[in-house]
């Protein structure tokens, strides 16, 4: 089964060379979207082209979103002949020693969800957050997932044909757990290690809440 | 009292035809647009000059007073041009993620073939 590795990445200047060093190390094709960053993120990644193979990098001239970014690498990937692909999120919060966790996953299900414990380094807050998320989507969709929002995911390219997700920014992570249950994908989860290195970045208050909205939209039109 | 706040809206819609009149000649809005324009804030002169010509409607429609008729009618007409701008808005950003996601993917697409 090929697998590929998608990272999409949005001014991540400070941490996306570390986490790019340890994913290269697992010999697995990656594809880095950087989705339109005004930093340098695109000159520390051009030299990974050079000495890493094969690595590619894909870039949006503007800044889409997360959910973009996942689309457009994922894409590339089964262009590229890939069977299932791995998202992860270039902040360095997940960990390169799972990544054989979700390879291992992708072999008999459709869809693998990472999943933080309270006991990895989730805030709080964002765990509380979390888990009422949860339990609104099986409320409203009858599908539980124990960490709705976590980016370290893999999807396999048939599943991906049905799940191809609308949402271009931080709904994606949401949208692909509804759609799973909606198209009756074989799923699970597997526990990952966190690491949060950055406290502004990644689902604010207000992403949270436009993600609610479109749950609500979600149920009423699908 | 009455003639002040008249002065002020015929003010602000005298300025609001200004703006139409700018956005016409950069060439934001076409001649159809610019018409209803001015079609609106001519209207909404006539209302502001001489009230009393709604007062019938507000009969018709068993409104209490004529200023609620026109405060429901000036809700119902920003929620149409809302509703537009957001559909406006959406259409045009799922042109652009396609128009930027093709870009980025205009490569991968000649390597895997």
């Known amino acids: 089964m090929d697998i590929f590795i998608v990272i999409p990445t949005f001014n991540e200047e400070r941490h996306?060379?570390?986490?790019l060093k340890d994913v290269v190390k697992?010999?697995?094709?990656?594809?880095?979207?950087?989705?339109?960053?005004?930093?340098?993120?695109?000159?520390?990644?051009?030299?990974?082209?050079?000495?890493?193979?094969?690595?590619?990098?894909?870039?949006?001239?503007?800044?889409?979103?997360?959910?973009?970014?996942?689309?457009?690498?994922?894409?590339?990937?089964?262009?590229f002949g890939a069977d299932?692909?791995?998202?992860?999120?270039?902040?360095?919060?997940?960990?390169?020693?799972?990544?054989?966790?979700?390879?291992?996953?992708?072999?008999k299900y459709d869809v693998v969800l990472g999943s933080r414990t309270l006991s990895h380094g989730v805030p709080?807050?964002?765990?509380?957050?979390?888990?009422?998320?949860?339990?609104?989507?099986?409320?409203?969709?009858?599908?539980?997932?124990?960490?709705?929002?976590?980016?370290?995911?893999?999807?396999?390219?048939d599943a991906y044909e049905k799940v191809a997700w609308e949402s271009s920014g931080y709904a994606v992570e949401t949208e692909m757990v509804i759609k799973t249950a909606k198209y009756g994908l074989k799923y699970c989860e597997v526990p990952v290690e966190t690491v949060y290195l950055d406290n502004v970045k990644g689902v604010t208050i207000l992403d949270?809440?436009?993600?609610?909205?479109?749950?609500?939209?979600?149920r009423l039109t699908k | 009292m009455i003639v002040v706040l008249q002065f002020l809206g015929v003010a602000f819609a005298l300025a609001m035809v200004y703006f139409a009149m700018l956005n016409y000649r950069r060439g934001e809005l076409n001649g159809v647009e610019i018409f209803f324009w001015f079609l609106i804030w001519a209207a909404a002169i006539v209302v502001i000059v001489f009230p009393d010509l709604l007062r019938t409607f507000s009969r018709t429609f068993l409104f209490a007073r004529l200023f609620d008729l026109i405060v429901i009618g000036a809700?119902?007409?920003?929620?149409?041009?809302?509703?537009?701008?957001?559909?406006?808005?959406?259409?045009m950003e799922k042109k652009l993620e396609k128009y930027v996601r093709s870009e980025a993917l205009k490569d991968v697409k000649i390597k895997s073939k």
């Open chain 1, 16 to 19: 996306i060379k570390n986490v």
């Open chain 1, 26 to 79: 697992r010999k697995l094709p990656i594809i880095v979207v950087n989705d339109g960053s005004t930093d340098a993120t695109a000159e520390i990644l051009s030299p990974f082209t050079i000495h890493h193979s094969p690595f590619t990098i894909l870039t949006h001239r503007v800044n889409l979103g997360k959910g973009a970014a996942m689309k457009t690498g994922a894409e590339a990937a089964f262009a």
């Open chain 1, 84 to 107: 299932g692909v791995i998202f992860m999120d270039s902040d360095g919060q997940h960990k390169v020693s799972d990544l054989p966790k979700f390879v291992e996953a992708l072999k």
């Open chain 1, 124 to 157: 709080l807050v964002r765990f509380l957050g979390n888990k009422f998320a949860s339990m609104l989507i099986a409320s409203l969709f009858g599908i539980y997932v124990s960490d709705l929002v976590c980016g370290y995911r893999a999807i396999t390219k």
């Open chain 1, 208 to 218: 949270a809440f436009n993600i609610l909205l479109d749950v609500f939209r979600w």
């Open chain 2, 75 to 91: 809700l119902l007409f920003v929620v149409v041009l809302a509703s537009r701008a957001y559909i406006a808005t959406k259409r």
